[in-house]
């Protein structure tokens, strides 16, 4: 966890580091489906809607993800970025010379992040410079319209912080018994929105900040169908078997229940209604693309013990203790056993573009 970190924040719970068995590195296959799902579209709207002439270099292309992990899926993602860059300066008069721009790209995440490993395996050779830029997406990362395209895929959905009614026993949204919101009281899933709601805000003015006039920003959100109340994430299912293997501690006596209801992961899943209405807040991008991702053919099974332990561990060991997350998982494994979801998790494919700085809301741009 990084330093002075508060524990019901997610800024010091990185995926699990290395190329171990249990690292993001090699169990996060199913975020880079979900991204090669959206890859022809996401080349083809940024070849139709990239303003080369408001670049903020004119010899340099400034590309970021915010919330890199530990790779491979942001080398994948860079790379189609920068497909979709070259085939538009080959069609536009800003090709008459023949050369390129020369490509900045920096990797972004929580302080602890393993970027030894990230940038230890960066594809050899690349057709771009790579930097590190550790650090908070919630809050500016950036100066002042430095940044051509952003792009950010299955993070958005963390919270800076769990909301700090749901530890209060005094309070309506006390969510005892859960360490999600599904099916959960009014109480709490409003909690979880609220939190979202300024997350989101602090994020997009960041962004507004940061991103040149006519830039772009490509967001890969899992997020529910419109339509749907917020105690119905569509990433419940994934995590349920979790829960249900600490309620099995805590009624054995290998866990204490306050321990248990003390615990509650800051993830949160938009509707596209509500994400929209949430940039139109913030008034500085104009909504290229907003819409559900292409669902999977099929029902998606569970995750793996290891692969939900690559993205949960840090966050749970800091909780409960190793001895816990080991018993927790060896469980995990028996109970997902042969078991599919009901439904494939949704997500939400966005692309938005920053507005001339005097179509933009004042008060975002005085902000920082």
């Keep these: 966890m990084a330093e002075g970190m508060s524990l019901t924040s997610s800024e010091g719970f990185p995926m699990n580091g290395g190329d171990g068995e249990g690292s993001y590195f090699i169990n996060s296959s199913h975020q880079r489906y979900g991204a090669d799902r959206s890859k022809g579209m996401m ?22 993800d915010l919330g890199c992990s530990v790779g491979p899926n942001t080398f994948t993602a860079v790379e189609t970025i920068i497909e979709a860059v070259s085939q538009k300066y080959h069609t536009t008069k800003w090709h008459h010379s023949g050369d390129l721009p020369e490509y900045q790209v920096y990797f972004t995440d929580v302080v602890s992040n393993d970027f030894n490993h990230l940038f230890t395996n960066l594809p050899q050779p690349k057709q771009y410079f790579a930097a590190a830029v550790p650090g908070s ?21 963390w919270l800076s912080k769990t909301p700090q009614e749901l530890l209060d026993p005094n309070s309506p949204a006390y969510n005892k ?10 109480e709490v899933a409003q909690a979880y929105e609220t939190q979202y709601a300024k997350d989101i805000q602090c994020f997009l003015h960041a962004r507004a900040q940061e991103i040149s006039p006519q830039g772009l920003m490509v967001l890969l959100v899992p997020g529910r169908p ?19 293997c600490l309620a ?15 615990f509650n992961l800051p993830m949160y899943c938009p509707c596209m209604e509500e994400l929209k209405s949430l940039i139109h807040k913030n008034g500085c991008f104009d909504i290229l693309t907003l819409e559900m991702q292409p669902p999977s053919p099929s029902p ?30 060896d469980r995990y494994s028996k109970k997902v056993a042969g078991r599919s979801r009901l439904a494939p998790s ?23």
């Design 300 to 329: 998606s099974p569970f995750h793996s013990a290891q692969e939900m332990r690559a993205g949960l561990d840090s966050i749970l060991i800091e909780h409960f203790g190793h001895q816990i997350v080991e018993q927790l998982f």
């Design 346 to 368: 949704v997500g939400l494919f966005v692309i938005l573009k920053r507005r001339y700085v005097e179509s933009c809301n004042q008060n975002v741009l005085d902000s920082t």
């Design 226 to 244: 419109d339509g749907t109340s917020p105690q119905q994430p569509s990433i419940a299912p994934i995590f349920e078997p979790v829960e249900s």
């Design 137 to 157: 997406f919630h809050g500016r990362l950036f100066p002042k319209f430095s940044l051509d395209i952003v792009y950010s895929a299955y993070a958005l959905h």
């Design 43 to 64: 080349v083809a709207k940024i070849f139709e809607n990239l303003s080369i002439e408001n670049m903020s270099s004119s010899t340099t292309l400034r590309i970021a």
């Design 248 to 262: 099995d501690l805590v009624n054995e006596g290998l866990l204490s229940e306050d321990k248990f209801d003390t």
């Design 177 to 186: 018994g859960r360490i999600l919101y599904a099916n959960s009281p009014n």
